[in-house]
């Protein structure tokens, strides 16, 4: 093993996804992009790294406020 | 920043020191008299490493004497807190272990009263607790960096990025903060209200450094920054829309709603990028992970009981 590579072998020579899905909570998104919601409004992202909400419920859509947590797990995404 | 007011004879001889009244070393036999004594003691000399105060000699950052003291009163609350942390357990796989345990808190919230609730000279008094720490928000944090294996290094570099503002220095968390107090009314001078808090905050403030100066708690740094991002968008909500409900200014009521979608995003990271590939990758930093959050969610539930008890009295 090298410095830095985890013991399930996923070292940091693989690369980092652009997407990350959250079990239960949003996806990650890394870099500037643009999301189009279900009106067919663009938002633009505005930090390095962006939850888009994946639970329907946020307050702040198509970002994640962290509603999903409110929610039982059986209605989590 | 000037220095604050003394809390009994270890803060008070500290405090000579750093002005030249007193020897720098020479600390055996000296005790702190009580709780304040000591968590005021021990957050001045932290503070020496920060942006320090306007009225002490830089190099007093690594004075051998001041250091030596330091590391006594270090000693007395790490034996505390992993002693409060003793039954603490998380489950596996680590990162869905990590955030079910954060979730399972039920502490009382002081955002949840600020929201129904409390009165504005209330909301104020909170402000100046939580400027404390707020006005250097996200430093602590910044020690740990280069002493992390790639993957986390690299997560946590994007995250504090965001704390830092994206590298505009508008929209920089702590500035954001400094700007909501001074349009409140209140001074936004880092360490301005530090005389007002109460020990808990100031215990707060020194778990924040503790863990983040050490390499060896490096992993209770990380777990406290996973418990402190992941209990602070929901309860960041209910801050915004109790200051506004108080009418105050909308730069205070934005500070928290930047809050809000941020720390949705920190949460992830630094649960699943930060504190899940941490473990995998130094599996010997598992139980300091732990806990670092448990001591996140004790110390605030220790505050909240303490600041709400005094605002029902």
């Given at each position: ?14 690369p980092r996804p652009d997407v990350v ?6 996806m990650l998104v890394f870099g500037d992009l ?11 992202t505005?930090r390095p790294v962006s939850a888009v ?25 | ?153 690299a997560a946590?570099a994007a995250l504090?990025y965001d ?102 995003v920190?949460?992830q990271l630094?649960?699943?990028l ?40």
């Open positions: 093993m090298t410095a830095g590579e985890g013991a399930d072998g996923r070292g940091p020579e693989r899905i959250c079990p239960g909570g949003p643009v999301v189009e919601d279900a009106d067919g409004e663009q938002h633009r505005h909400c994946r639970c329907g419920r946020s307050a702040s859509a198509p970002w994640c406020d962290g509603t999903h947590k409110a929610l039982p797990p059986k209605l989590r995404p | 920043m000037l220095t604050p007011k003394a809390r009994g004879p270890l803060s008070a001889a500290v405090l000579d020191s750093f002005h030249g009244s007193r020897a720098t070393a020479g600390w055996d036999g000296q005790e702190a008299s009580d709780e304040d004594d000591l968590q005021l003691t021990l957050w001045a000399l932290y503070e020496l490493a920060y942006r320090g105060f306007d009225d002490v000699p830089a190099d007093l950052e690594w004075d051998p004497g001041l250091l030596a003291l330091r590391a006594r009163l270090e000693e007395v609350l790490e034996e505390r807190w992993r002693r409060r942390a003793e039954s603490a357990e998380v489950a596996d796989p680590f990162a869905e272990g990590l955030m079910a345990f954060i979730e399972a808190d039920d502490g009382p919230s002081v955002a949840t009263f600020v929201k129904r609730e409390a009165t504005r000279e209330q909301a104020l008094e909170l402000l100046r607790w939580r400027s404390v720490y707020h006005l250097k928000e996200a430093d602590p944090t910044s020690w740990t960096m280069p002493r992390l294996p790639v993957r986390a290094q946590l504090q704390e830092y503002g994206g590298g505009d220095p508008a929209r920089l968390h702590r500035h954001l903060f400094a700007v909501g107090l001074s349009e409140s009314g209140l001074r936004p001078e880092e360490g301005g209200y530090v005389d007002d808090a109460p020990a808990v905050v100031l215990e707060q403030n020194n778990a924040l450094s503790m863990f983040g100066l050490h390499r060896r708690l490096r992993g209770a740094s990380l777990g406290h920054l996973a418990a402190f991002e992941a209990t602070s968008s929901l309860p960041s909500r209910a801050m915004a829309s109790g200051l506004r409900r108080l009418g105050l200014p909308e730069s205070m009521a934005a500070y928290y709603d930047e809050h809000v979608e941020a720390d949705a920190h949460e630094a649960v699943r930060i504190c899940g590939t941490l473990v995998q990758d130094e599996p010997e930093t598992r139980g300091d992970v732990v806990l670092g959050a448990f001591t996140c969610l004790d110390l605030e539930a220790r505050f909240a009981t303490w600041a709400l008890e005094r605002w029902s009295a």
